[in-house]
């Protein structure tokens, strides 16, 4: 008895082990392969007949062992866009850790090997779980612009992701992807169909990322991600055949350059019309913006968000009085297992020195404060709800006068680039770099 008893101790205690082993290391093993062939199945001819990809599949040949892949960053589909060119390869992607919360949602992201990561904080665990995935052989999908851009356009990196690249030391692939903007705006519910192209280049070997600096490597990759030069930001790569191209641009271009308005812009169908003084635009199927009356207007989708961008950068000053929007709040903490939300109520003010949040939190007296040092960008949806990453917890807040979330977006960017002491966000710099050869 004794003998059988001990057995069964035995096996009991290897099952417990390999259960427990099997569920602290879910997180970044490598994408199920099942599930990998049905996603690309399903994907590719999609993306064939609604947006004609030229996926760069016949130009590149990715290289053996561990790499890791770098791209830029417009839409929601970029990660199946990117996974395309490279496919049997199975590639684990680095994703905003807002999207684990949701359990079901979460076993998928698991099951196709996703990391998450908490934007524009430093996140330990998610860099050990790449490093992780790199030692074992498998390749990595970074966007280092940490969010989709607004208009189109390179939205900059983290400063830190050179020092990332460096450490990593594996030979990095660059994939830019031209037209999905177009196609997929932020600002839009449903997609456009149009044309888009996936360029596909080594970037760095792995001795030009020992070699190169970090500021070096952040200069190439901003060099790379941007696009090329002289190129409109999120311009179409082909005219569109459908209708209602503006449908939801008042989602992110909420002023009138004409009436210094706010709020009063509305699109229906392909035009873009101003309430207060009437002025129409129309959104062609090259993305070109054509008054029809004022020609002195933005020809752009970008050109038009960079005035609406210089416009509120006027309210921000040394001396300004604290900009003060009446929020609902929901927290949700990164560290929990569960869906629990605490919301609330209260006001969320913009000063020099940072956001600070006054109000009630599950009917507590609560005042939360984010330095404007750690808030480089404020990530935001359609429906209005705009997020700031901190102390551990996803703040989503939703101003309650009906303000869009671009507005606040725009205004934190603004702030932290003006107010910062150092910049967590870097453009690129001007100068030639010693791998510009590459990057042609």
């Known amino acids: 008895m004794k003998i059988r008893n001990r057995k069964r101790d ?7 082990r390999k259960s427990s082993k099997k569920k602290k290391h879910p997180i970044g093993r490598p994408p199920n392969g099942l599930l990998y062939f049905f996603a690309f199945v399903l994907a590719y001819p999609m993306a064939k007949l609604l947006f004609r990809l030229d996926d760069g599949r016949k130009d590149f040949a990715p290289p053996k062992g561990p790499f890791l892949i770098v791209a830029n960053h417009s839409t929601m589909l970029d990660f199946l866009l990117v996974m395309l060119p490279f496919y049997p390869r199975r590639i684990n992607a680095i994703i905003t850790n807002r999207y684990f919360f949701s359990h079901r949602l979460k076993r998928i992201l698991t099951t196709m090997g996703c990391i998450p990561k908490s934007q524009f904080e430093p996140d330990v665990l998610s860099i050990k779980r790449v490093i992780s995935v790199i030692r074992r ?16 356009a390179f939205a900059g990196i983290h400063t830190s992701t050179g020092k990332l690249v460096k450490h990593l030391g594996v030979p990095v692939i660059s994939c830019y992807i031209e037209g999905a903007y177009s196609c997929v705006p932020h600002w839009r519910k449903s997609l456009k169909t149009g044309r888009i192209r996936v360029s596909v280049n080594e970037l760095f070997t792995a001795d030009d990322t020992s070699k190169l600096s970090v500021e070096e490597i952040n200069d190439a990759l901003c060099l790379r991600l941007s696009g090329k030069s002289g190129k409109r930001p999120g311009a179409p790569t082909g005219p569109f055949r459908e209708k209602r191209l503006a449908q939801g641009l008042e989602q992110i271009l909420f002023w009138c350059p004409c009436c210094n308005k706010e709020y009063t812009m509305l699109s229906s169908g392909n035009r873009f019309v101003c309430t207060a003084c009437r002025v129409i635009v129309n959104l062609d199927k090259n993305g070109n913006l054509n008054a029809l009356h004022d020609s002195a207007l933005p020809k752009s989708i970008h050109d038009w968000y960079m005035a609406q961008a210089e416009y509120l950068s006027a309210r921000l000053s040394e001396t300004m009085k604290p900009l003060s929007k009446t929020v609902t709040i929901e927290v949700t903490s990164t560290s929990s297992k569960n869906d629990a939300v605490k919301s609330g109520s209260g006001n969320l003010t913009l000063s020099p020195v940072g956001w600070a949040f006054t109000g009630e939190i599950e009917g507590a007296n609560t005042h939360l404060a984010f330095p404007i040092d750690t808030v480089p960008a404020i990530p935001f949806e359609y429906n209005g709800d705009f997020l700031i990453y901190a102390h551990g917890n996803i703040y989503r807040f939703n101003a309650s006068e009906g303000v869009p979330g671009t507005e606040i977006a725009m205004l934190g960017e603004l702030a932290h680039k003006k107010f910062a002491i150092k910049p967590l966000i870097t453009m690129g710099a001007t100068r030639q770099l010693p791998t510009v050869d590459k990057l042609q």
């Open 137 to 152: 052989g498998g390749s990595i999908l970074l966007f280092p612009e940490g969010r989709c851009s607004t208009d189109g």
């Open 10 to 16: 035995e096996t009991s205690q290897k099952e417990t």
